[in-house]
């Protein structure tokens, strides 16, 4: 079953409007989540790395004023894009390690966003 | 930073036969190297995953192979089938387990 949950899996808004996407580690404790972007047809792009306690980490060329990373608790982080245009309309995912180091990377069953 | 790339981008094979999907990696302290499938619009699926102390690992019809010295790993699928039918991504993990990479993406399609 899924360990790391994401919701919405769709979300529709309206341009200059703000969508939270929020992200959950089910059954463990996740101090790092890590947020993606997916285009269609194209590979996952990291957006981000969501520390529980501390500011994000974002990769260059992603704007942090945008796109809003809160890493509140050990099993929840939330992933905000603020003033939302139609570029940036995507399918957005999360994921976390799971228990243990070893452990895979588990994947959120992501969110497409549509910005009208 | 890693750099992953990822070959073909596409690949069509007949069902029952063979496919090979190729990644290669820059850094040399990457040490984990794990395999997803993606079917359109869902989240990827871990279906193998290697250590860079192994050099193959099998899972039925579905193998990896690393190649440390040459920095590179393959994932194979036997005897495919159209359920095999997703794009494929490969990653390369460094930095204990903190920073992800991905390739590129395979789209394979399994003719039956």
């Known amino acids: 079953g899924a360990v790391v949950s994401q919701h919405p899996s769709w979300v529709i808004c309206k341009s200059g409007t703000s969508v939270k996407i929020e992200c959950r580690s089910l059954d463990f404790q996740a101090t790092t989540m890590f947020w993606y972007r997916q285009f269609p047809k194209q590979s996952l792009m990291l957006m981000a790395t969501?520390?529980?306690?501390?500011?994000?980490?974002?990769e260059q060329g992603v704007e942090k004023d945008k796109f809003l990373i809160n890493h509140a608790s050990l099993t929840l982080s939330t992933l905000t894009v603020t003033s939302a245009h139609p570029e940036d309309s995507s399918f957005y995912i999360c994921?976390?390690?799971?228990?243990?180091?070893?452990?895979?990377?588990?994947f959120g069953n992501g969110t497409r966003l549509t910005v009208t | 930073g890693e750099n992953v790339e990822q070959h073909p981008s596409t690949l069509s094979v007949q069902e029952g036969d063979s496919a090979v999907i190729k990644c290669t990696y820059s850094?040399?302290?990457?040490?984990?190297f794990p395999w997803y499938k993606q079917e359109l619009g869902k989240r990827p699926q871990l279906i193998i995953d290697?250590?860079?102390?192994?050099g193959e690992k099998k899972d039925q019809r579905i193998a990896v192979t690393l190649n440390k010295t040459a920095k590179h790993f393959s994932l194979h699928i036997t005897e495919t089938q159209p359920e095999d039918s997703a794009v494929y991504f490969c990653?390369?993990?460094?930095?204990?387990?903190?920073?992800?990479?991905f390739g590129t993406g395979t789209k394979l399609q399994v003719i039956p």
């Open positions: 290697i250590r860079s102390n192994v």
């Open positions: 994921s976390a390690w799971g228990r243990q180091g070893n452990s895979p990377l588990h």
């Open positions: 990653a390369a993990i460094s930095g204990g387990y903190q920073k992800v990479t």
């Open positions: 850094d040399s302290a990457s040490n984990y």
């Open positions: 969501s520390n529980e306690g501390s500011k994000a980490t974002y």
